[in-house]
């Protein structure tokens, strides 16, 4: 039976944890974006997903026997970790919503987080959909979060407001370690997730930061479980180092109308965490192209405003 755009795709792990992934409705955005359920006392969702894929985590809850939630748990509040908020909370009015305080007058009134971001992702935003308001109240500040078994990492870096959540489960890393995939069993991309406005030694802080927590288990946005947390960090960390020192010596080097094509061109050329680049599908290549300069972008901006 052909599967539909409403069908659950869930990866379980042995301890009541469960990986969603949730497609929208962009070309090369089918494995993409991870969202996580964790079963027992408490029981939360970490990371909801687009509003456009709100039909399918709520199927996927319903397929696990899920009637109960104690918390929405967001690392950040971009489209795509948390556009279904609204949705879901409604369906789980006793769910707390847990965020960085920074997120939270932006999802009680998302009018001008889904204006921005329009402006910035333009269709992509359009295909992760709008988001509906929550109210105030049935907000956490992740700042001022206690719960057994839980604990709140602020680790800015991808954005101001970005939060890790350190469990006994594992360590839920939204963003904050970048984008990486599995290409097979010894292929690995890795790709920093450093859109503008960017700040390297805010991000190196949040890095070093979870470092310092050893993770093993990690459950990332983008994408996936990995069982050695603690090394992709520290790889991750390297990246970065090597995309300061590589950009820095190609800004100034050619026209600003070519230079992001020229640097996206380089990097993967030279990178050796893109290297296994040409294993994703066509369709997975434009969505990587993509981000890859909009990461870009943001090491520039740093690299201008430091000079």
Known sequence: MQKTHLDPQIAAADDGVYQLTLAPPIDGFEDFISAWVVTGT???VVDVGPGSTADQLLRALEVLGIARLDYLLLTHIHLDHA???GVISRRFPEARVVCHAKGIPHLVD??????????????VADGYGPLDPIPAERFIAAQEFRSAGIAALPT???AVHHVSFLTDRGLFAGEACGVRYQLGERREYLRPATPPRFFLDVALASVDALIKQAPSRMMIGHYGMV????ELLKRHREQLLFWES?????????PAGALLEVCAQGLLAEDPCLADFSAF???????????????????LGWIENSE
């Open 281 to 299: 599908s066509e369709s997975a290549q434009g969505r990587e192209r993509y981000f890859l300069k909009n990461s870009i972008n943001g090491f």
């Open 156 to 158: 800015p870096g991808h």
């Open 83 to 85: 556009g279904a908020a």
């Open 110 to 123: 998302p009018t001008q987080l889904w204006e921005g971001s329009r402006k910035v992702l333009g269709p």
């Open 42 to 44: 408490p029981s939360f």
């Open 227 to 230: 069982e050695d947390g603690l």
């Open 246 to 254: 590589w950009l820095a010596r190609m800004a100034g080097r050619h």
